[in-house]
């Protein structure tokens, strides 16, 4: 009588298993990856050629040169990135306020001169015209 050894990986739960977690793997591998070419372009302290080399360096020999490049820059791509963002949402705001405008006096003046001249002509009342005046005041 042959005695037979099951392995682990027979039962096709495991398979699936090993395989989602594979798949996972390079998933993040190539995540990594990509986050590090980012931040070796992003960083505006590095020169020209320190960007080839390390760009060279984690193409050329991906799993060792995204190893080294985390180990001896990885501190400070979070920072980078922080920066990146907060420079984003720098000009975002800037766009934001020079398309809008800011509403100062002058433009509230305005807008109540408007509000008077509309209720005069009897388009609102004055009940609507009161709510309308508080919104531009608290605005």
Do not use: C
Request: no cysteine; net charge negative; charged share 25%.
């Amino acid at each position: 009588m042959e005695s037979t050894v099951n392995l682990a990986y027979d039962y096709p739960l495991l398979g699936a298993f090993w395989t989602i977690m594979w798949i996972f793997l390079w998933v993040m591998w190539f995540f990594l990856l990509f986050r590090v070419v980012v931040d070796i372009f992003r960083d505006d302290g590095l020169s020209g050629w320190a960007k080839t080399g390390w760009l060279v360096f984690a193409l050329v020999l991906p799993f060792l040169g995204v190893f080294v490049y985390v180990v001896a820059r990885g501190k400070d791509m979070g920072r980078r990135e922080q920066d990146h963002v907060r420079a984003k949402l720098r000009e975002t705001d800037q766009y934001v306020r020079d398309t809008v405008g800011t509403a100062g006096p002058a433009d509230e003046a305005e807008q109540l001169a408007k509000l008077s001249e509309i209720r005069a002509k009897g388009d609102i009342t004055d009940e609507e015209y009161r709510r309308a005046k508080e919104m531009v005041l608290h605005h």
